[in-house]
């Protein structure tokens, strides 16, 4: 077991380094010279130019340049953001909480729903429940999830506000602004929870409800699909057979057996969601003024922040990997057989 | 996303050759939804051909007295524009017919641009292994960063554009072909037609493209299928965000970006180009599990 | 939970969550449409930062009384100038204590070290505090300042003096801009730099205006509570949120939900919105504002007068004004705005296809692509403007091409000359047509990047630096009115519109008043229950 942990652990490194390496490239790719990037409008003197370009150390040879910002990423020192001067690292941890908070509520809403959602499928295959819920589930993912995002805010605030004012959900924002809440833990649920003022929960979680539904939507429609053919797989297996000839309720059969194993490809989906819930954040994040990493690295590309969209390449880069990892190595410890092939 | 499914479900092929068309036709057909969706498309390729004598306007011509026209059915709309117009007079019907050409086109441009050197570096790495570890690796690096992010940051690079965005869509789909002919490859290599093959002398480009190739293909096409319909997702979405096709290109994504301020005004702006995106994607997905059933009858039997 | 006290809780839910949507008399939310940049705002430029980090938070040496162009006292009670004009003294206003908060708490009021040290840092590059600014001060060196003052002296706690260069009628107006001459405390500077984190003058700010900084959740909610102990009275609010809300759309949304009970950057097509609303008004205003657009005087076609005059004569500005600026804006012919002193009203509008086709002839253009330079985001849908004019353009034979991109970068590169046109805002920030002129159009400005139409004419210049140098109204009118010929018939800058600017307000925020300079000043404003 450790041989394969740290068998897995070298493959990541080189892909680490190779991320590395295209994060540090990012600022020498663009045409341009990135000191006149900074300096906005007002053109430089050139004793100036001169002196930021060596404080920020962009006239050393390109080996050490990368030398010194591995190192420095190591430490996590990532630089300053060039609008707000504030570390990267920093920004990134202020902001970070929030667009956890969201992926792991539309994760969440996404596997409760899409199990459900593709356990029924299979159990009633072939009937209007399985065309209806593959049909959804493919409409989910064949939909540009911006699109779908304004659908539902347009219904949401216009109609409903029409409709029934008092239902209609917030469509921007994590908190309504009169609550003040310390940010004890970044995650807006549990310090609202926390400060104990009345309303406060709840209006978290009334702002939660719109972008969790939209950034959950693609992860939905696969664990709804997966679940299904990998409940099929399972429910044709001789066990299965052998455990409703034994006189076992269908209702056991299928949730405590069949489901237990139809699970397991699923988690290494959820693994590998993980990825496309960080893309799919950028673009709900934008639509509901999420303060999360989405919306601030979408922001730092348009305000050519280099350092913020080389630190948060980075980062994300390394977070999808990580996860990548343990879920490689879940997958491991309950599957035997991967961890002695190859 | 729809490249997460591909992937897993995908896996599993190395499949016997798809006999002959009729075959293929006849399991292709059994799935209707599949059907439907080829109607469909052929549909939005028709109506991409055939743009300049379907469209009622020119794309880009403004209708200064006509800003903002509700459709053809709404109050105070008109027969000249069937479905309205946006927020500069231009007719949505035709910048719709006229954006289904560009779709189409980023759909196609970017999967070929990813398709041929995807399956050319996924033969090198099989053939050559020690090659293939570098190769590999660089896929890594590339998997590693969720693709909408990796095509933002390729289209900071390069700059806003139609071209760009083909570009970036490109770069961030190749490593999948990558992997997936890889792993289709290497275990054809082991088979025993290939050693046969290798001991009577073939040269390793033949054994490449003559007979390995070939029988990777199923699961290549299913991708590239899959591939094309992520292609407009994401080309609408860089769209959206300002950072894909400029003014004035009817591109369906872009039109989106500016229609979001007339969500309370003006829903036709907002929905309808929309509902082009999701047509036109939902058709291929659908052709794409049909085609992934039809090519692999192991799969087809669990669904 | 038993279906009768499931349907209990959804209705207790309904009832208090109409109530959370009602908010306390007293606090002021405003819906804003981007981040600040940061605190420490004699770093920056956007008015955005002003509006939500510059106006509650610091005074300036002067002030404009509000709605006008009047400077009056501020931080300074009076003034003295000398008979050349080269000699300000300025009498500081006692008894002004800087705010209190959990990272500083003063031991003096406001005196001279103050205003040393505020106006100094940015002066003086060997100065310890200069480096608080990682990018420099922006406007400060954009309106080289440096080279106007000879020199700042204290002559006792409360009085300083200022030494010019050469005499300067705008200087005093200058001194009301707030990212000029806004005070910042010279103690709490010195506490930072002795622990070495002068960074933290623009994450933790310090200053005596009217609200104190409470707290900033980054690109979210940025919060004030009162000042009870301002100079100038107490604010009648005692809270003031800033809510950032990127999407002009969302902003609206937020407020007729009641979330905001004001909103800034409300475009004008949706000046009808709230119409049939109980609840809201939409305040008009228009401020010093041109939106203009700089053709690229070095550039192969540009450089001709013909052609840029072909391309004013092409524009159809009636649509422009209908489709982007909800038909609330005026079309402009002289880059001065109707609302400044010494505007000339007399300049006649140019609009004329056929003359405009002759005189691209004339001009030799050969057909190849030109490029227009335009923001994303912004008050009005420059995209859309953007559209517009390449389709007038197209009319005539002129083929553009339009390229997006964002403020901060559009100014980088129009200010390297890389365009052919770029389409532009410029606001008046201190109410005297110098800071319209010297900035955009002098010969000084096309070296710094500050004149994008790149554009250097010696007679304009001579022009606009006598007006500078006296202090006699009429002369300057009259040297102003010579100008702004000069500026039309040279085509330096093709005129749009002077655009309006709307502010969304809750019937219950009482005592707003517009500012001339675009800015949206909420320090005076009170909220009934």
């Given at each position: 077991?450790?041989?394969?942990?740290?068998?897995?652990?070298?493959?990541?490194?080189?892909?680490?380094?190779?991320?590395?390496?295209?994060?540090?490239?990012?600022?020498?790719?663009?045409?341009?010279?990135?000191?006149?990037?900074?300096?906005?409008?007002?053109?430089?003197?050139?004793?100036?130019?001169?002196?930021?370009?060596?404080?920020?150390?962009?006239?050393?040879?390109?080996?050490?340049?990368?030398?010194?910002?591995?190192?420095?990423?190591?430490?996590?020192?990532?630089?300053?953001?060039?609008?707000?001067?504030?570390?990267?690292?920093?920004?990134?941890?202020?902001?970070?909480?929030?667009?956890?908070?969201?992926?792991?509520?539309?994760?969440?809403?996404?596997?409760?729903?899409?199990?459900?959602?593709?356990?029924?499928?299979?159990?009633?295959?072939?009937?209007?429940?399985?065309?209806?819920?593959?049909?959804?589930?493919?409409?989910?993912?064949?939909?540009?999830?911006?699109?779908?995002g304004l659908l539902l805010i347009m219904f949401c605030s216009v109609n409903m506000r029409e409709w029934a004012p008092a239902w209609a959900l917030p469509v921007s924002g994590r908190m309504a602004l009169e609550f003040d809440i310390a940010p004890r833990t970044g995650f807006m649920l549990i310090d609202a929870w926390l400060s104990g003022e009345e309303g406060a929960f709840r209006s978290a979680l009334s702002h939660l409800v719109l972008p969790a539904i939209v950034l959950g939507t693609v992860p939905l429609a696969v664990i709804a699909r997966m679940t299904r053919s990998s409940m099929l797989e399972v429910l044709r297996e001789d066990y299965v057979r052998t455990a409703k000839a034994k006189g076992l309720s269908p209702a056991r059969v299928v949730f405590v057996?069949?489901?237990?194993?139809?699970?397991?490809?699923?988690?290494?989906?959820?693994?590998?969601?993980?990825?496309?819930?960080?893309?799919?954040?950028?673009?709900?994040?934008?639509?509901?003024?999420?303060?999360?990493?989405?919306?601030?690295?979408?922001?730092?590309?348009?305000?050519?922040?280099?350092?913020?969209?080389?630190?948060?390449?980075?980062?994300?880069?390394?977070?999808?990997?990580?996860?990548?990892?343990?879920?490689?190595?879940?997958?491991?410890?309950?599957?035997?057989?991967?961890?002695?092939?190859? | 996303?729809?490249?997460?499914?591909?992937?897993?479900?995908?896996?599993?092929?190395?499949?016997?050759?798809?006999?002959?068309?009729?075959?293929?036709?006849?399991?292709?057909?059994?799935?209707?939804?599949?059907?439907?969706?080829?109607?469909?498309?052929?549909?939005?390729?028709?109506?991409?051909?055939?743009?300049?004598?379907?469209?009622?306007?020119?794309?880009?011509?403004?209708?200064?007295?006509?800003?903002?026209?509700?459709?053809?059915?709404?109050?105070?709309?008109?027969?000249?524009?069937?479905?309205?117009?946006?927020?500069?007079?231009?007719?949505?019907?035709?910048?719709?017919?006229?954006?289904?050409?560009?779709?189409?086109?980023?759909?196609?441009?970017?999967?070929?641009?990813?398709?041929?050197?995807?399956?050319?570096?996924?033969?090198?790495?099989?053939?050559?292994?020690?090659?293939?570890?570098?190769?590999?690796?660089?896929?890594?690096?590339?998997?590693?960063?969720?693709?909408?992010?990796?095509?933002?940051?390729?289209?900071?690079?390069?700059?806003?554009?139609?071209?760009?965005?083909?570009?970036?869509?490109?770069?961030?789909?190749?490593?999948?072909?990558?992997?997936?002919?890889?792993?289709?490859?290497?275990?054809?290599?082991?088979?025993?037609?290939?050693?046969?093959?290798?001991?009577?002398?073939?040269?390793?480009?033949?054994?490449?493209?003559?007979?390995?190739?070939?029988?990777?293909?199923?699961?290549?096409?299913?991708?590239?299928?899959?591939?094309?319909?992520?292609?407009?997702?994401?080309?609408?979405?860089?769209?959206?965000?300002?950072?894909?096709?400029?003014?004035?290109?009817?591109?369906?994504?872009?039109?989106?970006?500016?229609?979001?301020?007339?969500?309370?005004?003006?829903?036709?702006?907002?929905?309808?180009?929309?509902?082009?995106?999701?047509?036109?994607?939902?058709?291929?997905?659908?052709?794409?599990?049909?085609?992934?059933?039809?090519?692999?009858?192991?799969?087809?039997?669990?669904? | 939970?038993?279906?009768?006290?499931?349907?209990?809780?959804?209705?207790?839910?309904?009832?208090?969550?109409?109530?959370?949507?009602?908010?306390?008399?007293?606090?002021?939310?405003?819906?804003?449409?981007?981040?600040?940049?940061?605190?420490?705002?004699?770093?920056?430029?956007?008015?955005?930062?002003?509006?939500?980090?510059?106006?509650?938070?610091?005074?300036?040496?002067?002030?404009?009384?509000?709605?006008?162009?009047?400077?009056?006292?501020?931080?300074?009670?009076?003034?003295?100038?000398?008979?050349?004009?080269?000699?300000?003294?300025?009498?500081?206003?006692?008894?002004?204590?800087?705010?209190?908060?959990?990272?500083?708490?003063?031991?003096?009021?406001?005196?001279?070290?103050?205003?040393?040290?505020?106006?100094?840092?940015?002066?003086?590059?060997?100065?310890?505090?200069?480096?608080?600014?990682?990018?420099?001060?922006?406007?400060?060196?954009?309106?080289?300042?440096?080279?106007?003052?000879?020199?700042?002296?204290?002559?006792?706690?409360?009085?300083?003096?200022?030494?010019?260069?050469?005499?300067?009628?705008?200087?005093?107006?200058?001194?009301?801009?707030?990212?000029?001459?806004?005070?910042?405390?010279?103690?709490?500077?010195?506490?930072?730099?002795?622990?070495?984190?002068?960074?933290?003058?623009?994450?933790?700010?310090?200053?005596?205006?009217?609200?104190?900084?409470?707290?900033?959740?980054?690109?979210?909610?940025?919060?004030?509570?009162?000042?009870?102990?301002?100079?100038?009275?107490?604010?009648?609010?005692?809270?003031?949120?800033?809510?950032?809300?990127?999407?002009?759309?969302?902003?609206?949304?937020?407020?007729?939900?009641?979330?905001?009970?004001?909103?800034?950057?409300?475009?004008?097509?949706?000046?009808?919105?709230?119409?049939?609303?109980?609840?809201?008004?939409?305040?008009?205003?228009?401020?010093?504002?041109?939106?203009?657009?700089?053709?690229?005087?070095?550039?192969?076609?540009?450089?001709?007068?013909?052609?840029?005059?072909?391309?004013?004569?092409?524009?159809?500005?009636?649509?422009?004004?209908?489709?982007?600026?909800?038909?609330?804006?005026?079309?402009?012919?002289?880059?001065?705005?109707?609302?400044?002193?010494?505007?000339?009203?007399?300049?006649?509008?140019?609009?004329?296809?056929?003359?405009?086709?002759?005189?691209?002839?004339?001009?030799?253009?050969?057909?190849?692509?030109?490029?227009?330079?335009?923001?994303?985001?912004?008050?009005?849908?420059?995209?859309?403007?953007?559209?517009?004019?390449?389709?007038?353009?197209?009319?005539?034979?002129?083929?553009?091409?339009?390229?997006?991109?964002?403020?901060?970068?559009?100014?980088?590169?129009?200010?390297?000359?890389?365009?052919?046109?770029?389409?532009?805002?410029?606001?008046?920030?201190?109410?005297?047509?110098?800071?319209?002129?010297?900035?955009?159009?002098?010969?000084?400005?096309?070296?710094?990047?500050?004149?994008?139409?790149?554009?250097?004419?010696?007679?304009?210049?001579?022009?606009?630096?006598?007006?500078?140098?006296?202090?006699?109204?009429?002369?300057?009118?009259?040297?102003?009115?010579?100008?702004?010929?000069?500026?039309?018939?040279?085509?330096?800058?093709?005129?749009?519109?002077?655009?309006?600017?709307?502010?969304?307000l809750n019937k219950r925020v009482k005592g707003f008043v517009t500012s001339p300079f675009g800015n949206s000043d909420f320090r005076n404003v009170s909220v009934s229950p």
């Amino acid at each position: 077991m450790v041989g394969f942990i740290l068998r897995r652990l070298a493959l990541v490194i080189p892909t680490f380094i190779g991320i590395t390496l295209l994060a540090f490239s990012l600022i020498h790719l663009i045409p341009g010279d990135p000191v006149q990037v900074m300096a906005g409008e007002r053109r430089l003197d050139p004793a100036f130019h001169a002196e930021v370009l060596h404080r920020l150390g962009l006239d050393r040879p390109l080996w050490e340049q990368y030398g010194s910002y591995l190192w420095k990423s190591m430490h996590l020192d990532l630089g300053e953001s060039f609008v707000t001067h504030e570390a990267v690292w920093s920004e990134f941890l202020k902001l970070f909480p929030a667009t956890v908070e969201l992926s792991i509520c539309a994760l969440f809403m996404a596997t409760v729903v899409g199990l459900l959602a593709g356990v029924l499928a299979a159990i009633k295959r072939g009937s209007v429940l399985d065309h209806g819920v593959m049909g959804l589930s493919l409409t989910g993912f064949s939909m540009p999830i911006f699109w779908w995002g304004l659908l539902l805010i347009m219904f949401c605030s216009v109609n409903m506000r029409e409709w029934a004012p008092a239902w209609a959900l917030p469509v921007s924002g994590r908190m309504a602004l009169e609550f003040d809440i310390a940010p004890r833990t970044g995650f807006m649920l549990i310090d609202a929870w926390l400060s104990g003022e009345e309303g406060a929960f709840r209006s978290a979680l009334s702002h939660l409800v719109l972008p969790a539904i939209v950034l959950g939507t693609v992860p939905l429609a696969v664990i709804a699909r997966m679940t299904r053919s990998s409940m099929l797989e399972v429910l044709r297996e001789d066990y299965v057979r052998t455990a409703k000839a034994k006189g076992l309720s269908p209702a056991r059969v299928v949730f405590v057996h069949a489901l237990r194993n139809a699970l397991v490809p699923v988690i290494t989906v959820i693994g590998l969601l993980v990825g496309t819930l960080l893309g799919g954040a950028v673009l709900t994040e934008t639509i509901f003024s999420w303060p999360g990493i989405g919306k601030w690295l979408i922001d730092a590309i348009s305000r050519r922040d280099y350092p913020v969209v080389q630190g948060g390449i980075l980062i994300t880069a390394t977070l999808v990997i990580v996860v990548n990892l343990l879920v490689d190595l879940m997958y491991a410890v309950v599957n035997p057989r991967i961890r002695h092939a190859k | 996303m729809s490249a997460v499914l591909s992937t897993e479900e995908s896996s599993a092929a190395g499949a016997p050759p798809a006999s002959s068309l009729s075959d293929f036709w006849r399991s292709f057909a059994t799935n209707k939804g599949a059907v439907a969706g080829l109607f469909v498309f052929v549909f939005v390729i028709l109506c991409a051909l055939f743009a300049n004598l379907l469209a009622p306007h020119d794309a880009i011509e403004q209708y200064r007295d006509a800003l903002l026209t509700p459709p053809m059915w709404a109050e105070g709309g008109s027969s000249k524009f069937i479905l309205g117009t946006d927020d500069i007079g231009r007719d949505v019907l035709s910048r719709l017919l006229f954006g289904a050409r560009l779709s189409l086109l980023i759909g196609f441009v970017a999967v070929l641009l990813s398709m041929l050197p995807g399956m050319a570096l996924g033969l090198t790495a099989a053939f050559f292994p020690r090659v293939g570890v570098a190769i590999l690796r660089l896929m890594d690096v590339m998997l590693a960063l969720p693709s909408l992010l990796l095509a933002i940051a390729v289209v900071a690079v390069l700059g806003p554009g139609l071209l760009n965005t083909m570009l970036a869509i490109a770069i961030v789909a190749v490593p999948s072909y990558v992997r997936l002919v890889r792993a289709s490859s290497m275990s054809e290599l082991t088979k025993d037609y290939v050693v046969a093959s290798r001991l009577a002398g073939a040269g390793t480009f033949r054994l490449m493209f003559n007979t390995v190739l070939p029988n990777c293909m199923a699961p290549v096409i299913v991708t590239a299928t899959l591939g094309f319909s992520d292609a407009i997702l994401t080309a609408a979405a860089l769209g959206f965000l300002g950072l894909g096709a400029q003014p004035p290109t009817p591109e369906w994504g872009t039109m989106l970006a500016s229609a979001r301020d007339y969500i309370e005004r003006a829903n036709w702006v907002v929905t309808l180009p929309g509902l082009a995106i999701l047509v036109t994607v939902l058709s291929i997905n659908l052709m794409g599990d049909g085609l992934r059933d039809a090519l692999d009858p192991r799969m087809k039997k669990l669904s | 939970m038993s279906a009768l006290a499931l349907r209990r809780w959804l209705v207790a839910s309904t009832i208090s969550c109409t109530l959370c949507v009602a908010q306390a008399a007293g606090m002021l939310t405003v819906c804003t449409e981007s981040s600040p940049e940061g605190f420490d705002i004699a770093q920056y430029e956007l008015s955005v930062t002003t509006d939500a980090a510059g106006i509650p938070l610091y005074d300036q040496l002067l002030r404009f009384e509000p709605g006008t162009t009047r400077v009056v006292p501020g931080l300074v009670e009076r003034w003295d100038i000398s008979a050349d004009g080269l000699v300000y003294t300025l009498h500081l206003r006692k008894g002004v204590k800087f705010h209190t908060t959990p990272w500083f708490k003063p031991t003096r009021d406001f005196n001279a070290d103050d205003v040393m040290f505020s106006i100094n840092r940015m002066n003086d590059k060997s100065h310890p505090a200069y480096s608080a600014a990682k990018n420099g001060y922006v406007y400060w060196e954009g309106m080289s300042m440096r080279a106007l003052i000879k020199s700042l002296d204290k002559l006792d706690d409360m009085t300083v003096r200022f030494t010019l260069t050469r005499p300067e009628a705008p200087f005093l107006a200058d001194l009301a801009i707030q990212t000029i001459g806004s005070v910042f405390s010279a103690e709490y500077g010195t506490q930072l730099r002795k622990v070495g984190q002068l960074d933290k003058m623009n994450t933790e700010p310090v200053g005596t205006g009217p609200f104190v900084f409470k707290s900033y959740q980054k690109d979210a909610v940025i919060r004030y509570a009162a000042n009870t102990a301002y100079w100038d009275g107490a604010p009648k609010v005692d809270t003031m949120i800033f809510a950032i809300t990127l999407d002009p759309n969302v902003r609206l949304q937020r407020l007729k939900a009641g979330e905001c009970l004001a909103g800034i950057g409300i475009k004008s097509e949706s000046a009808h919105v709230f119409d049939q609303d109980a609840n809201m008004t939409m305040v008009r205003s228009t401020p010093l504002q041109t939106n203009y657009l700089a053709p690229n005087a070095k550039r192969k076609y540009m450089s001709d007068k013909r052609f840029r005059q072909a391309l004013w004569l092409a524009l159809d500005k009636k649509t422009v004004i209908a489709s982007v600026y909800g038909g609330i804006a005026s079309p402009a012919t002289s880059f001065l705005p109707p609302s400044m002193w010494g505007y000339d009203g007399s300049l006649p509008e140019r609009h004329d296809v056929e003359q405009a086709k002759a005189l691209v002839k004339a001009s030799g253009y050969d057909g190849s692509e030109l490029v227009l330079f335009a923001r994303v985001g912004g008050a009005s849908d420059a995209k859309r403007a953007a559209e517009l004019m390449q389709a007038d353009w197209a009319s005539i034979g002129v083929k553009v091409r339009v390229q997006m991109m964002e403020i901060g970068e559009l100014y980088k590169r129009a200010g390297k000359g890389e365009h052919d046109i770029v389409l532009l805002a410029w606001v008046s920030d201190n109410g005297d047509p110098d800071n319209f002129l010297t900035p955009n159009l002098s010969c000084a400005a096309v070296e710094g990047g500050g004149n994008k139409s790149q554009w250097c004419n010696k007679a304009f210049d001579e022009i606009i630096d006598a007006a500078r140098k006296t202090a006699d109204l009429k002369k300057r009118s009259e040297l102003y009115a010579k100008a702004q010929r000069l500026v039309y018939d040279e085509v330096a800058v093709i005129p749009l519109i002077s655009p309006t600017q709307m502010t969304a307000l809750n019937k219950r925020v009482k005592g707003f008043v517009t500012s001339p300079f675009g800015n949206s000043d909420f320090r005076n404003v009170s909220v009934s229950p």
